[in-house]
């Protein structure tokens, strides 16, 4: 069966500080991959998105980069953590129509 | 310029009553729509969708219109339970390949 997995579920980092969030897809090959995040009382903001190992697109200027390593793997990466990176970060692959979303992560940065 | 828009963000019904949760769209080049519910501290989960060519879709106590001719969409909940208590986002998927466009999403409240 087709499964994703993200970690960790909850990150509290201080300003400054590097950050590495990853997600991993099982079950399937070659998988379109995505990066969203949710700030506090806000919407789906998408971050990147990824069609295939380091392919990555960045839909909004921001603090923040991807990497696809391997095929079913995507990385959402930071060098210098701000207190405006805090949010509820989501990984999502599109089995077809539609997405499925990794159970997220919170991150606060402090 | 937001090509999927809902604009409640809240929504409080009462337990047993329906919830119609709404959501307008832009492009007329999206050919599938769909609706997600969100816990806290949880990712979305699928809800159920509709394609372009269909007004309607129905699933349980959940049914999605399409309104193709006022770009507009809606989710219909009935009868409403506490544990649909959620945020729902809307979503359009047709800019490039599976690509979705999500709402900025409506929070429920069912009150018991």
Known sequence: SQTIHQWPATLVQPVGSPLSLECTVEGTSNPNLYWYRQAAGRGLQLLFYSVGIGQISSEVPQNLSASRPQDRQFILSSKKLLLSDSGFYLCAWSPGVGYTFGSGTRLTVV | ?112
Request: some cysteine; hydrophobic content about 35%; aromatic content about 12%.
């Open chain 2, 1 to 112: 310029d937001q090509q999927v828009k809902q604009n409640s963000p809240s929504l409080s019904v009462q337990e047993g009553r329906i919830s119609i949760l709404n959501c307008d769209y832009t492009n007329s080049m999206f050919d599938y729509f769909l609706w997600y519910k969100k816990y806290p501290a949880e990712g979305p989960t699928f809800l159920i969708s509709i394609s372009s060519i269909k007004d309607k879709n129905e699933d349980g106590r959940f049914t999605v219109f399409l309104n193709k001719s006022a770009k507009h969409l809606s989710l219909h909940i009935v009868p409403s339970q506490p544990g649909d208590s959620a945020v729902y986002f809307c979503a359009a998927r047709g800019n490039a390949g599976n690509m979705l466009t999500f709402g900025g999403g409506t929070r429920l409240m069912v009150k018991p």
